[in-house]
């Protein structure tokens, strides 16, 4: 993604987002994933 993508959204509005939900990325690992870490240090 694009974190620019932040100042759209809050423009738009919106105050809150979830860094992961049911896939892992670069920034989390969710309760679903394959680590099953949740944050990411």
């Known amino acids: 993604?694009?974190?620019g993508n932040l100042?759209?959204?809050y423009a738009a509005g919106?105050?809150?987002a979830g860094?992961?939900?049911f896939?892992?990325?670069d920034v989390a690992g969710?309760?679903?994933g394959v680590a099953?870490?949740?944050l990411t240090p």
Do not use: E, P
Request: without cysteine.
């Open 1 to 3: 993604g694009n974190l």
């Open 7 to 9: 100042d759209v959204l």
């Open 14 to 16: 919106f105050r809150m």
């Open 19 to 21: 860094l992961a939900h």
């Open 23 to 25: 896939i892992d990325n």
């Open 30 to 32: 969710s309760m679903h």
């Open 36 to 38: 099953k870490g949740g």
